[in-house]
């Protein structure tokens, strides 16, 4: 286990595409977060899983982000219908809970053109 | 709402010299407060949290709830300290999940 996985690294698309980005986390971590950070700013909460179940979203998540974690593994954010305003960096983190800090993945970079 | 600032986007320092980086927070509960740090070009990584009242790689913060701030220090900054840091809160109580709320950062470059 090498860490946080995401995938792909890099994603340019055209506005209107959909896009889907994958996160393997620790296998041994229960919870999952999705970030989205833009430049010059911090990391921005997208939403949360305790194994399979989303238990919270940011309301920076639109209608059009949906974001899945079957079976409490691996996890998915897809965009659908993407706009400039998406282009950012996307990051994946798990964690063990409790006290516990994050594990950041490197993150999927969203150039939409 | 959760709010953390951090007033320097860039910080410079020559090595040697005494290092402090400002986070400022608000939130009306007992927060859990963390500094995160990212080198060039390596992924956003946990560097210390102030319920463990550690020092990693001689750095040390202390939470001041008067003042609500917990700002990173280090007495005699390296090169390899040049780095992009991030301040970040942590909300505790039933009704919060496990979000962090992060600052915006602070570049600190280590002068030779």
């Known amino acids: 286990d090498t860490g946080v996985s995401q995938d792909p690294r890099h994603k340019i698309t055209k506005r209107g595409q959909n896009v889907t980005f994958r996160c393997d986390p620790i296998?041994?971590?229960?919870?999952l977060y999705w970030y989205r950070q833009t430049l010059g700013q911090g990391p921005e909460f997208l939403t949360y899983?305790?194994?399979?179940?989303?238990?919270?979203k940011s309301r920076l998540l639109s209608d059009r982000f949906s974001a899945e974690r079957p079976k409490g593994s691996f996890s998915t954010l897809e965009i659908q219908r993407t706009e400039q305003g998406d282009s950012a960096m996307y990051l994946c983190?798990?964690?063990?809970?409790?006290?516990?800090?994050?594990?950041f993945g490197s993150g999927t970079r969203l150039t939409v053109v | 709402a959760q709010r953390v600032t951090q007033p320097e986007k860039l910080l410079s320092v020559f090595k040697g010299a005494p290092v402090e980086l400002k986070c400022n927070y608000s939130?009306?509960?007992?927060?859990?407060l963390f500094w995160y740090v990212q080198y060039s070009r390596q992924r956003l990584q946990l560097l210390l949290r102030?319920?463990s009242r550690e020092s990693i790689k001689g750095f040390t913060a202390d939470l001041n709830k008067g003042e609500t701030s917990f700002h990173l220090k280090k007495p005699f900054a390296q090169e390899e300290d040049s780095a992009m840091y991030y301040c970040?809160?942590?909300?505790?109580?039933?009704?919060?999940?496990?979000?962090?709320?992060f600052g915006p950062g602070t570049r600190l470059s280590v002068l030779p």
């Open positions: 296998s041994e971590h229960n919870r």
């Open positions: 970040a809160l942590r909300p505790v109580g039933d009704n919060y999940g496990q979000n962090f709320v």
């Open positions: 983190a798990s964690s063990l809970g409790g006290l516990s800090g994050y594990t």
């Open positions: 899983f305790q194994n399979e179940a989303q238990l919270e």
């Open positions: 939130y009306s509960g007992s927060p859990e």
């Open positions: 102030h319920i």
